[in-house]
């Protein structure tokens, strides 16, 4: 039973456009939410996360957005780029078990140049 | 700091033999993390210590498995004995108590097992 989903595999964008990458989520305990970028043949890194106290936290070109009411958050990119291409994942944590990181299946972003 | 350091890149094994994976967590993280990443499942928690002690084992999926930590510099997992259906990207992430920055994570290890 996946807790954290990522119902598009894949998404292509033009460069220079905004890319909007989604997370949806099943666990009402969940309160903090990240996504990881990860490069082919490297470890996933650390890109950006929000607490469920808020509902959009910003970090140069990579917005976050939370609704809790609707167990949803998304990632935008604006301006997107060649380098961004990677498999995005949003990942969350409870509350009950706050060291404990559940991720998503990823989402393959290809930004076009 | 190197990051998380992981051994060996690649590890192609015959069924039935161990397999030990290791770890370098980041000098001062107290926690360690071991995922295994395959197509069908996505990123499995596997196990994760805090201050060298393991704390949740739920995601080791059985008795063949098998994980440590020593010391706050090296953490091993094994494989024994290791089956087909064991091949997957391995990783090993390591971080503070305070979640703000979220884990690091190694490059991980790809094990195939034939």
């Known amino acids: 039973d996946q807790q954290v989903k990522q119902n598009s595999p894949s998404l292509s964008v033009q460069e220079g456009r905004i890319s909007i990458l989604n997370c949806d989520y099943t666990n009402s305990m969940f309160d903090y939410f990240l996504w990881y970028k990860k490069y082919p043949a490297e470890g996933p890194t650390f890109l950006i996360s929000i607490s469920s106290i808020k509902d959009k936290n910003e970090d140069g070109r990579f917005t976050v957005f939370l609704n809790k009411s609707a167990k949803h958050l998304s990632l935008h990119i604006v301006p997107s780029q060649p380098g961004d291409s990677a498999v995005y994942f949003c990942?969350?944590?409870?509350?009950?078990?706050?060291?404990?990181?559940?991720f998503g299946p990823g989402t393959s972003l290809s930004v076009i140049p | 700091d190197a990051g998380v350091i992981q051994s060996p890149r690649h590890e192609v094994t015959e069924m039935g033999q161990e397999v030990t994976l290791r770890c370098k967590p980041i000098?001062?993280?107290?926690?360690l993390f071991w995922y295994r990443q395959t197509m069908m499942r996505g990123l499995e928690l596997l196990i994760y210590f805090n201050n060298n002690v393991p704390i949740d084992d739920s995601g080791m999926p059985e008795d063949r498995f098998s994980a440590k930590m020593p010391n706050a510099s090296f953490s091993t997992l094994k494989i024994q004995p290791s089956e087909p259906r064991d091949s997957a990207v391995y990783f090993c992430?390591?971080?503070?108590?305070?979640?703000?920055?979220?884990?690091?994570f190694g490059s991980g290890t790809r094990l195939t097992v034939v």
């Open positions: 000098s001062g993280h107290d926690y």
């Open positions: 992430a390591s971080s503070l108590r305070d979640r703000t920055y979220g884990y690091t």
């Open positions: 990942a969350a944590t409870p509350k009950t078990s706050y060291d404990k990181v559940i």
